[in-house]
T-cell receptor, first 118, second 109 residues
Framework: GAVVSQHPSWVICKSGTSVKIECRSL??????MFWYRQFPKQSLMLMAT?????????EQGVEKDKFLINHASLTLSTLTVTSAHPEDSSFYIC??????????????FGPGTRLTVT | GQNIDQPTEMTATEGAIVQINCTYQ??????LFWYQQHAGEAPTFLSY??LDGLEEKGRFSSFLSRSKGYSYLLLKELQMKDSASYLC??????????WGAGTKLIIKP
């Protein structure tokens, strides 16, 4: 099956610093990648949708200048949390969707990145 | 607006059967997904239904009725490892996934 990796798995950073999270599709080309955030005991919240080579589409209430998304290739998307604050501490999950396979619109999830801002 | 409803929490006994319901109201429909998510982990794909009827996959089955805007996930021969959250998600007319809040399933010995 399709594999999506995320790096790092977990990160601790100080308030005010920036953190970059990478999401890679390892064995397929991901035309679309999604970034989610999940707070403890809550459901997934879609932050933004990115298509390769174009600007990301952010969900209402998500600050595009704070959460920078780059989808420069068909296998890599990055999320940069700029000037992180403790309230940004969360579980960030990416997913990727390709154009191949029977489940064309299935999203393949990465393992997630746990961010803690101190 | 778009809405997906599923129970917040359910409890079942090891070895038993449990049915998790999901009702939806979305702008268009291009299929319904069920995902399993263990605490602290990313969701994993369980099933995809786009036509009415029952899809069986081992101990797990998923049912869809498009006319009723209704689906259920049926888990048989429950095991302790089935304790997880189960997420229902609908692909709308724009091929965007609309997520339910998830159902936390607690399995008791």
């Amino acid at each position: 099956g399709a594999v999506v990796s995320q790096h790092p798995s977990w990160v601790i950073c100080k308030s005010g610093t920036s953190v970059k999270i990478e999401c890679r599709s390892l064995d397929f080309q991901a035309t679309t990648m999604f970034w989610y955030r999940q707070f403890p005991k809550q459901s997934l919240m879609l932050m933004a949708t990115s298509n390769e080579g174009s600007k990301a589409t952010y969900e209402q209430g998500v600050e595009k200048d704070k959460f920078l998304i780059n989808h420069a290739s068909l296998t890599l998307s990055t999320l940069t949390v700029t000037s992180a604050h403790p309230e940004d501490s969360s579980f960030y999950i990416c997913s990727a969707r390709g154009d191949q396979g029977a489940e064309t619109y299935e999203q393949y999830f990465g393992p997630g990145t746990r961010l803690t801002v101190t | 607006g778009q809405n997906i409803d599923q129970p917040t929490e359910m409890t079942a006994t090891e070895g038993a059967i449990v049915q998790i319901n999901c009702t939806y109201q979305t702008s268009g429909f291009n299929g319904l997904f069920w995902y399993q998510q263990h605490a602290g982990e990313a969701p994993t794909f369980l099933s995809y239904n786009v036509l009415d009827g029952l899809e069986e996959k081992g101990r797990f089955s998923s049912f869809l009725s498009r006319s009723k805007g209704y689906s259920y996930l049926l888990l048989k021969e429950l095991q302790m490892k089935d304790s997880a959250s189960y997420l229902c998600a609908v692909l709308d007319s724009n091929y965007q996934l609309i997520w339910g809040a998830g159902t936390k399933l607690i399995i008791k010995p």
